[in-house]
């Protein structure tokens, strides 16, 4: 009897290693960036099943030392696609994985790389221990089978602003806030080229449900507009030889920015301002419609709570507010 249940299972472990190796297939094809540098570009749209979750942009740096990965992508099936991309280009081992933030579709491949160190900011790691089962469920309903085997695997290695030295390849690391509170933009002075995260879109409405303030991350491009690049990897969008990306975050953030100040100040409905009609400017941008939905729907009430804030300010003696 207990032979027999011993044969059972083995049986039941080989088939359960067979179906955890069996995620669905994927192939990434890397784009060339810079001597040594490539990135793998996301489709501009929101989760779907159609496209797997690939909806984000990923990079990676051959060095003497070994492999640096920025962002992972959304499920397990593409964090073991990257690995098979990378091994296609070099013999060296991935050795170091920097999560420019937490939102899914940047860390959930993850798990793929279990002998690296995965590193981010102190605020990354916390804001991902707090959402990761949220977001582990909204992706397995997303995305069905394209998500099987995706687990979460923390940062464990937390990193802060200056030089992050990678066995003597120095990158430069600037800690920011602006789309989620903890926004890692890197900038590699080897090639000059800069590693925004989510910081910066191009081609793509930008996200901003943890956005601690709209107006704080305009003031923060401003910041990012000093630095010298050669080339742009945004967080969604293609690889850039400008500003474009800059330039074009910049306007949606101010444009939406100028929109719910002034429509919360004449007293415009949520609805209203959902169904405003996008400039000429944005008329075409991918997703647009959906992220100024979701965008006034989470802005919406802190816009009017700040409203009456300034409105309730006590009067200076000349009657002005303060
Ligand atoms: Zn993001």
Redesign the pocket.
Same mark, same amino acid.
């Given at each position: 009897m207990a032979t027999c249940w011993n044969r059972i299972s083995d049986r039941a472990s080989l088939l359960l290693a067979l179906c955890l190796s069996c995620v669905p297939a994927h192939a990434l094809t890397p784009l060339p960036v810079a001597p040594g540098t490539w990135m793998v570009q996301g489709a501009a749209e929101e989760f779907d099943r159609r496209n797997s979750g690939d909806i984000?942009n990923s990079a990676f740096i051959i060095t003497a030392g070994g492999v640096v990965v920025i962002d992972t992508g959304s499920t397990l099936a593409y964090g073991q696609a990257l690995r098979s991309a990378i091994a296609g280009l070099t013999e060296l081992p991935v050795r170091w994985v920097i999560n420019t !933030?937490h !939102?899914p =579709? !940047?860390v959930f491949g993850n798990a793929a790389f279990s002998d690296a160190r995965i590193m981010a900011l102190p605020g990354t790691i916390t804001a991902l221990e707090r959402d990761a089962t949220a977001f582990l469920g909204t992706l397995h309903a997303r995305l069905g089978d394209a998500a099987q085997g995706t687990r979460v695997r923390l940062p464990d290695t937390p990193v802060s602003e200056g030089a992050l030295d990678l066995d003597g390849y120095v990158l430069h690391l600037h800690a920011l806030r602006g !789309? %989620?509170g903890a926004d890692l933009v890197i900038h590699d002075p080897h090639t000059g080229v800069l590693f925004t $995260? =989510?910081i910066l879109f191009w081609q793509r409405a930008p %996200?901003t449900p943890h956005s601690p303030s709209l107006t704080h991350w305009l003031a923060e491009l401003d910041e990012l507009a000093a630095l010298d690049a050669s080339a742009v990897v945004p $967080?969604h969008g293609p690889l850039a030889r400008s500003d474009a990306p800059l330039v074009q975050t910049r306007a949606w953030l101010a444009w939406l920015d100028n929109l719910l100040r002034e429509g919360v100040a004449r007293g415009a409905t949520q609805n209203e301002l959902i169904h405003t009609a996008l400039p000429e400017a944005f008329a075409r941008l991918p997703l647009a419609r959906f992220e100024l939905t979701r965008s006034v729907s989470h802005f919406y009430r802190r816009y009017e709570d700040a409203l009456w804030q300034d409105t309730n300010a006590p009067l200076r003696p000349n009657g002005e507010q303060k």
């Open positions: 984000s !933030h !939102h =579709d !940047h !789309h %989620t $995260g =989510d %996200t $967080g």
